[in-house]
């Protein structure tokens, strides 16, 4: 079998794992994680079996590096203004696609970003993200229907 070379997987691969990284980062940190994951992927290419599934092993590869930057993030200090007395309300949302999909609980987003965006099936998220396939399709059709509620479309009918 011959193997492609890495700059064609970069180029066929690139843009779903950009979509990816910023479902599960947002604009801000997804092309640092990007890079990251190309870099890691480089580096174990050749490797890689003939026969692999290159952009499962991908996504794989930048949902490690998404976890990183959300441990990384984590760690630092955030500032804030005024402290709020009682949690937010339910107001409906009206910020970009970006902003609602970060506003998901890390299941859901992932879910909805491997299998919406990076074409995954549930049974190769169920292996990235842990659990079985059932339930990452379950969090798949729940993050779904919170982005619906918060992210109407346009004409869309109820």
Request: proline share 8%; aromatic share 6%.
């Amino acid at each position: 079998m011959i193997v492609k070379p890495f700059e064609q997987i970069v180029t066929e691969h690139g843009p779903m794992v950009l979509r990816v990284c910023r479902a599960v980062l947002g604009p801000a940190d997804a092309e640092d994680a990007w890079s990251e994951t190309f870099l890691s992927a480089l580096k174990a290419y050749p490797e890689l079996p003939a026969d692999a599934n290159v952009q499962a092993w991908l996504v794989t590869i930048a949902h490690r590096k998404a976890v990183d930057v959300t441990r990384a993030q984590a760690r630092r200090p955030l500032p804030v203004g005024e402290i709020p007395d009682r949690p937010g309300n339910a107001e409906t949302f009206t910020g970009d696609l970006w902003d609602a999909l970060a506003r998901l609980p890390d299941k859901q987003r992932l879910a909805v970003a491997y299998h919406y965006l990076a074409g995954l099936p549930y049974r190769e998220i169920a292996q990235i993200t842990g659990g079985t396939a059932d339930a990452a399709r379950r969090a798949a059709a729940d993050g779904v229907k919170a982005l619906r509620a918060t992210y109407p479309l346009e004409g869309a009918h109820p």
